[in-house]
């Protein structure tokens, strides 16, 4: 107990004994089978937790497993070697004190540090002026807790400090992912060296940049070639554009582009057209030079904008971050802000706003024993194991203390420095939850009302029991379709998450001002002087609902009372109302030229919102229903056998394909359906589904899988029949058991992952219960009896219908001109308070700028 005291900073610990050389090898032995050298493709965690923010930093340091290469803090590791058995783990630790002060009260002159060896995920300063560090690594044999000291080269074995050399050395698993690491990384260019540039006379004034062809004022590129300035394409940096700078290689062929506004004294964004990645141009200077620029006197900014780039939306950016504001820091439970990992604020924003929310905090943080002890063998990799360690990280105030002065300076110089966290890093939570989806999973700028939908489809996907904490965003919209030639009528009904206001941008209430305000700026524009104080539309809220729910046409109605396309005009009423309501504004939208564009727009957003009046109401008398024929199905003859045929594992549905059809406003759930049923053959085939099935009951309902019995049970789904016999193919089964696992548990654990043989192992492992508990073995399989009844008698759509009065808890705001660049901020209201949460800083409010936000959240009040 005394070694495990010292390890733990128990009550009456004492220092680990020391043992001589063939101890260690000795004691080593038996545990020789488990410890692995890292291979090519191993994630090496030595940063994070893999159940909390614990790190290196942490006061209990980290443990690294030496088989599964998996992290975890003081407070979970035992759970880890509990589940595993796995005994060796390498404990990580990083010490900070207080730097010793010269004779002169400054600090000791610098020297190299060889104390530091770890290359950790952190924000450390390690050249700082005040503290020093010092990085200490051991291993740990468990459930004694023996140590080890490293390097202990001479009394380890051989593979033992391989492996251990190797860990230590690993690089970061998120090092891909995250852009400050970039830089390392970028090879030189092989055009940099010989780069020929035209003697054309073309010179780069210092500010009022546009595209040559299309007039565009962002994300622009000068060709280093020629010094044509350029649009990018969306996907080369976090800003939107048309292409013209690749156009224009391909017309030309000159390689190289610099993006304007990211130029410093330190270099700038160069990209390789012909090498089609980011590069270093070693020649930078000399080739600016070429064009006017000393790039010894730029100044970017800490957007990566220069000024000009950014002052017509100066005051937005102000505004809505309450700067010029002397705001007060907030600490504690609630208080935690995540920090910026490059362009991920629309993903702290979403999170920050879902984690205030009780029926959240309840289905994870609530459940946190029985997730983190039943989680799979790679925690990292399972949704509600990582929702639950962001939920717990931003709720529990363990990441958000005051900083704390020493009242004695003896005891600063003294005493180990333990810093205070400021927020939390999401990489982990981001790098799963993003995970395939190709825009998330990249480093730009994403739209938060995007990821808000992409969040929600996981948590339907991966429900804790039968409560799903996302049923509070759900409710039922009643669309009513009239055809315009025989006023017959059509009602049907939706499922979705959240409200999309339309811009009632005719109904500005100061359109005089607008008209003065736009001639003063072309007038600035032309004569190269500063463009004028921004003047936004102010837009009444009740114009933006009326705007909601006044007819729309239908393009390509299919009539069936006329069997052939007509005019068709259609309205859209909540035929319940959600527990919380998420209220989009669409600001939003593309000019006649595909080009991307933002409404800058003011609009009194109400605290209390009053939407009973947009109830449904159902037929009516005298209205006259549509007949109930379908129109008929069109797919291309060369998909028709594999359409037939195929059937693809639910977790393979092409997400991206998923999300294109959510963009255009259909629920996400027949977005899903859509997509497995036309068996991913694209966006495409998937909507001519859906304009087939949209007037069918369960249309907007979750997916039902059919049982993996062969191409006919596919074929029939494929035309919206639903398999009931849930009994997993019986080939898998047999490779279940042939591991040693009973029929019974093959056969449950592949029921609850959707016939998945790598998930249902998983499941077998997190549930070591099933085996010994026959009692749970029966209430499963009446569970699953209960499913299979459930799916032939379904109950309908999970709604919790009430009253249609909310006040307003929260927002979320964009800065920017599109929704591929700029930043987002939240607002939450606290304990009858405003709060902003901007990345990792957690202030109080003093002006919330309601009138500016782009997502709002409001909760019902009970009536």
Known sequence: MQRRGALFGMPGGSSSRKMAAGDIGELLVPHMPTIRVPRSGDRVYKSECAFSYDSPNSEGGLYVCMNTFLAFGREHVERHFRKTGQSVYMHLKRHVREKVRGASGGALPKRRNSKIFLDLDTDDDLNSDDYEYEDEAKLVIFPDHYEIALPN??????????????????????????????????????YANNLTQLDNGVRIPPSGWKCARCDLRENLWLNLTDGSVLCGKWFFDSSGGNGHALEHYRDMGYPLAVKLGTITPDGADVYSFQEEEPVLDPHLAKHLAHFGIDMLHMHGTENGLRDNDIKPRVS????????????????????????????????????????????????????????????????????????????????????????????????????????????????????????????????????????????????????????????????????????????????????????????????????????????????????????????????PFSACLQAFSEPENVDDFWSSALQAKSAGVKTSRFASFPEYLVVQIKKFTFGLDWVPKKFDVSIDMPDLLDINHLRARGLQPGEEELPDISPPIVIPDDSKDRLMNQFIDPSDIDESSVMQLAEMGFPLEACRKAVYFTGNMGAEVAFNWIIVHMEEPDFAEPLTMPGYGGAASAGASVFGATGLDNQPPEEIVAIITSMGFHRNQAIQALRATNNNLERALDWIFSHPEFEEDSDFVIEMENNANANIISEAKPEGPRVK?????????????????STMSGHYVCHIKKEGRWVIYNDHKVCASERPPKDLGYMYFYRRIPS
């Open 801 to 817: 219908d009430g009253s249609g009065m909310y006040e307003l808890f929260a927002f979320i705001s964009h800065m920017g001109t």
């Open 153 to 190: 080269i001479e009394e380890l074995p051989a593979l033992v400090t391989i492996a251990c050399d190797a860990v230590l050395s690993s690089k970061s698993p998120y090092r891909k992912q995250d852009p400050d690491t970039w830089e390392n990384e970028l090879p030189v260019s092989k």
């Open 316 to 539: 937005e950016w102000e505004v809505i971050q309450e700067t010029g504001t002397k705001l007060k820091p907030m600490y504690g439970p609630g208080y935690t802000g995540l920090k910026n990992l490059g362009n991920s604020c629309y993903l702290s924003s979403v999170m920050q706003a879902i984690f205030s929310i009780p029926e959240f905090q309840r289905a994870y943080v609530g459940n946190l024993p029985r997730i983190f002890d039943y989680s799979p063998l790679d925690p990292t990799q399972d949704f509600n194991t990582q929702m639950t360690k962001l939920g717990h990280g931003l709720l529990s105030g363990q990441y958000s203390k005051p900083p704390v002065k020493s009242e004695l300076i003896e005891q600063v110089m003294k005493e180990e420095h333990k810093p205070q966290q400021n927020g939390i890093s999401p990489r982990m939570f981001k790098a799963f939850v993003s995970k395939s989806h190709p825009e998330f999973s990249s480093n730009r700028q994403q739209d938060a009302q995007e990821f808000f939908l992409h969040l929600v489809n996981l948590v339907e996907r991966n429900r804790i029991g039968s409560e799903n904490p996302s049923d509070v965003f759900r409710f039922l919209v009643e669309e009513r379709i009239q055809c315009c030639q025989t006023r017959k009528v059509r009602y049907t009904e939706r499922v979705d998450y959240l409200m999309q206001l339309p811009v009632a941008m005719e109904a500005a209430t100061n359109k005089d001002e607008l008209i003065a305000y736009e001639l003063t700026r072309r007038e600035a524009e032309a004569n190269r002087r500063p463009l004028p104080e921004v003047v936004r539309a102010k837009i």
